[in-house]
């Protein structure tokens, strides 16, 4: 399920003492990188000059 995700193999997996239920809902609550690196892309304004500011 790490690499549908676009995790590393081992992220959650090679985790010692977690069973396998607690990988798979780990892994189901998790966040997509892709998806959240897209979303502050879409919902961040982009960082520029303020039009308030007068540098010289």
Same mark, same amino acid.
């Given at each position: 399920?790490?690499?549908?995700?676009?995790l590393?193999?081992?992220?959650?997996?090679?985790?010692?003492?977690?069973? !396998?239920?607690?990988? %798979?809902? *780990?892994?189901?609550? $998790?966040?997509? /990188?892709?998806?959240?690196? !897209?979303?502050?892309? %879409?919902? *961040?304004?982009?960082? $520029?000059?303020? /039009?308030?500011?007068?540098? !010289?």
């Amino acid at each position: 399920m790490e690499w549908m995700q676009g995790l590393d193999a081992g992220w959650v997996t090679a985790t010692p003492d977690l069973g !396998r239920p607690a990988q %798979l809902t *780990a892994l189901g609550n $998790g966040v997509v /990188p892709q998806q959240a690196a !897209r979303a502050l892309e %879409l919902l *961040a304004p982009p960082l $520029g000059r303020c /039009p308030r500011c007068r540098i !010289r």
